[in-house]
Every structure is written in structure tokens, then in C-alpha cells.
């Protein structure tokens, strides 16, 4: 699914925030961006629909509460905005589990544009707004850990980065610590400071299938 709509419909409110960077800005050794082992962790989080709704609930599992992504041939996501200063916590931490995989896709075409589970982080190119850029990590289906494309809609401004792929075992948590600003030097060459936005989705709508994804909680950290 596309990321272009989000990335426009979330960009003036964006523009409202980084015009606030003194009072906005998080500024903890580790901030929790995404507290889903709590029973409100969702209240802060909004969804964007696409194509029908991804079913995002909070659910225990293993004995913990975390946040499972069910998503029938739809395509939603949630999204959090928060100005995160990245010279204070440039690490991003997260864990996340697959269910099951979606096969005979294309992901570098917009037919094949599904994925059982994302996390992006958008940075805002503020009043220039075409310099608005995002990273998207994501499970890929069919494409090797490591590698890097242009997302099919929203072309170069969008990155995508599969860091798990279908080599890795389903029902099984994954952990995964990245350097968002070192990222974001290697994918567009540039020093950044600050992100403006998080957004998590779990899509099936090309593909017309079903993925059940499980997300644990989402930290920023100084190391």
C-alpha cells in the first residue's frame, strides 16, 4: 500500500510541530514511543485507513500484553507524531513476530506494495515540503535481509530496508536495534536531528490475503 497519502495527509500537522521544536522535542535517555504492555498503550496512536482496516488490538500473548496487527485483504496503519531530537536517543528499538508469510508477490511493483509488517519513521522537509522523506523497514516476503528499494508509490522519498525476511521463522520474536540517523545518512546522504512522525501498518490489500503480525514495544534510546 502506498505510503504518499499518509505522508501528505499527516504533513500539516507535521509542519505545526516542527514549527514548535522548543516545547515539542523529547529530550529522555530513553523514550517509549510505542508502550503496547500497557492496557491505554494505544490512546496516543491514530490510524490512517487505506484500503479497509487492519484489526489492531492489544492482546496477550506469552503472558505479555502486546499489540497484534490482523489484517484481511485491507491496508491501515497507525502513526504517531512526536519530534524526536536524534542527538539525544538515535536508537530505535523494536521487537516483532509474523504469523504466517504472503506469497507470490512483486514488492518492488505497487501490485505487490503488502507487507506483513512495517515500521516507518518520516522526517518532514518542513515548509520545503517535497524534501519530506521516510524510511520504511519492513518484513519483506521476498526479498533479502539487507536490501534496499525505492518504495513503488512514493518512489525515492519513501526507502524501503527489509531487515527480516522469509528465511526467518515464523511465531518467533525478532529484535531489531537501528541507528536512525546513520541510516538516514546511508539511504539520502544527509545529516539529520530531528523525526517528526512513527507509523506501524500491516497490509494485505493487493494481495487480497491475511497476516497476523504481533509488534512489541517501540523505544528510543541514547545507545
Given at each position: 500500500?502506498?505510503?504518499?497519502?499518509?505522508?501528505?495527509?499527516?504533513?500539516?500537522?507535521i509542519l505545526f510541530i516542527s514549527c514548535w521544536?522548543?516545547?515539542?522535542?523529547?529530550?529522555?535517555?530513553?523514550?517509549?514511543?510505542?508502550?503496547?504492555?500497557?492496557?491505554?498503550?494505544?490512546?496516543?496512536?491514530?490510524?490512517?485507513?487505506?484500503?479497509?482496516?487492519?484489526?489492531?488490538?492489544?492482546?496477550?500473548?506469552?503472558?505479555?500484553?502486546?499489540?497484534?496487527?490482523?489484517?484481511?485483504?485491507?491496508?491501515?496503519?497507525?502513526?504517531?507524531?512526536?519530534?524526536?531530537?536524534?542527538?539525544?536517543?538515535?536508537?530505535?528499538?523494536?521487537?516483532?513476530?509474523?504469523?504466517?508469510?504472503?506469497?507470490?508477490?512483486?514488492?518492488?511493483?505497487?501490485?505487490?506494495?503488502?507487507?506483513?509488517?512495517?515500521?516507518?519513521?518520516?522526517?518532514?522537509?518542513?515548509?520545503?515540503?517535497?524534501?519530506?522523506?521516510?524510511?520504511?523497514?519492513?518484513?519483506?516476503?521476498?526479498?533479502?535481509?539487507?536490501?534496499?528499494?525505492?518504495?513503488?508509490?512514493?518512489?525515492?522519498?519513501?526507502?524501503?530496508?527489509?531487515?527480516?525476511?522469509?528465511?526467518?521463522?515464523?511465531?518467533?520474536?525478532?529484535?531489531?536495534?537501528?541507528?536512525?540517523?546513520?541510516?538516514?545518512?546511508?539511504?539520502?546522504?544527509?545529516?539529520?536531528?530531528?523525526?517528526?512522525?512513527?507509523?506501524?501498518?500491516?497490509?494485505?490489500?493487493?494481495?487480497?490475503?491475511?497476516a497476523i503480525t504481533y509488534y512489541g514495544n517501540?523505544?528510543?534510546?541514547?545507545?
Amino acid at each position: 500500500m502506498s505510503l504518499v497519502k499518509l505522508v501528505a495527509q499527516m504533513l500539516k500537522r507535521i509542519l505545526f510541530i516542527s514549527c514548535w521544536f522548543s516545547i515539542n522535542i523529547a529530550t529522555a535517555s530513553e523514550l517509549v514511543l510505542g508502550n503496547f504492555s500497557v492496557n491505554n498503550g494505544l490512546n496516543t496512536w491514530q490510524e490512517k485507513e487505506f484500503s479497509g482496516n487492519t484489526l489492531y488490538q492489544l492482546v496477550r500473548l506469552e503472558n505479555e500484553l502486546v499489540l497484534q496487527a490482523n489484517s484481511k485483504a485491507s491496508a491501515s496503519g497507525l502513526f504517531k507524531e512526536q519530534v524526536i531530537d536524534l542527538e539525544k536517543t538515535p536508537y530505535l528499538n523494536w521487537r516483532w513476530r509474523i504469523e504466517n508469510r504472503l506469497s507470490s508477490l512483486d514488492e518492488k511493483t505497487k501490485a505487490g506494495d503488502d507487507y506483513s509488517a512495517r515500521v516507518y519513521i518520516l522526517v518532514s522537509g518542513g515548509l520545503a515540503f517535497w524534501r519530506t522523506r521516510a524510511i520504511n523497514y519492513v518484513w519483506s516476503s521476498n526479498q533479502a535481509a539487507g536490501e534496499i528499494w525505492d518504495n513503488a508509490f512514493a518512489g525515492e522519498k519513501a526507502k524501503m530496508w527489509a531487515l527480516r525476511s522469509a528465511k526467518d521463522d515464523l511465531s518467533t520474536w525478532k529484535t531489531e536495534k537501528r541507528n536512525i540517523r546513520e541510516d538516514f545518512k546511508q539511504l539520502y546522504g544527509e545529516e539529520i536531528r530531528y523525526i517528526h512522525a512513527l507509523a506501524i501498518m500491516t497490509d494485505t490489500d493487493n494481495s487480497e490475503s491475511q497476516a497476523i503480525t504481533y509488534y512489541g514495544n517501540i523505544v528510543f534510546s541514547t545507545e
